[in-house]
Structure formats: C-alpha cells, structure tokens
C-alpha cells in the first residue's frame, strides 16, 4: 500500500505521521499508566490489556523513516515527508527545512537509518 501511495501521489504530497504514545521504544510487554490503565506494548502496537483495543503505536517516527528506507524509498524523499511536508501541513514555517532562520531541529542518522544525533534548535539533545 505504501509503494502505491508513492507512485500515485508522490512523495511532495505524502507526509508521515506517528500516532504512538507512551509505549513507545518500550519493548514488548505490559507498562501501568497512572492509577488504572494498563497497556500491552507488542510488536509496535500499545493496546488495552485484556482486550483487543488499539490505544496507539509503539514505533517512533524514526522507525518509520528505516522501514521506508528498507522498502528502497530514497533517503532524500523520506526527509521531505518526514520534516518539510508535515511543518508545511502545520502551518509551521521555521521548521523542516535547512535554511537560515528556522530552527534547526535536526535528526542524524547512520548509514542503516539508525538515529546518532539529535539537535532541537540548534543544540544537540544528550
């Protein structure tokens, strides 16, 4: 479904998107949220333990950028979708891209799409 989402939109018109929440980057197992929630984190989903529903996804917007990676999207359209496309749907004109005057959150990665540094503003994040 991805590749046809590329091919008949294009990747300028697709922007990528998280709905994770708490569980996320936790590995598979069950987490207490506050007084009475507790969740199911398994294989990139949280869901309401006990039961079969979804409370929201367990996979960073980073691991989204390395599946599209090893789908053989380009690297370069990934940024685009992942920085530029969602700041411009947000109305958020000092963000996504690299260019004097915005703010410079940046996402470095590897060479196999794994994240080495952070920077928010300008300033690496430790």
């Known amino acids: 479904m991805i590749r046809l989402a590329l091919k008949a939109k294009g990747y300028q018109n697709i922007t990528i998107i998280s709905d994770s929440e708490i569980g996320c980057g936790l590995p598979n197992g069950d ?3 506050g007084d009475r929630r507790i969740i199911t984190v398994k294989d990139g ?3 309401m333990k006990g039961t079969d529903s979804i409370a929201g996804g367990a996979m960073s917007m980073a691991d989204s950028a390395k599946n599209l990676f090893r789908m053989g999207v380009p690297p370069e359209q990934i940024a685009v979708m992942a920085s530029s496309n969602p700041a411009k749907v947000c109305g958020c004109d000092d963000r996504g891209r690299l260019i004097p005057g ?3 959150d940046i996402v470095i990665f590897d060479k196999d799409f794994n994240v080495k540094t952070v ?4 300033k690496e994040v430790k």
Do not use: E, I, W
């Open 45 to 47: 989903l949280c869901v």
């Open 102 to 104: 915005c703010r410079a």
């Open 31 to 33: 987490y207490r949220l």
């Open 119 to 122: 920077f928010l503003k300008g």
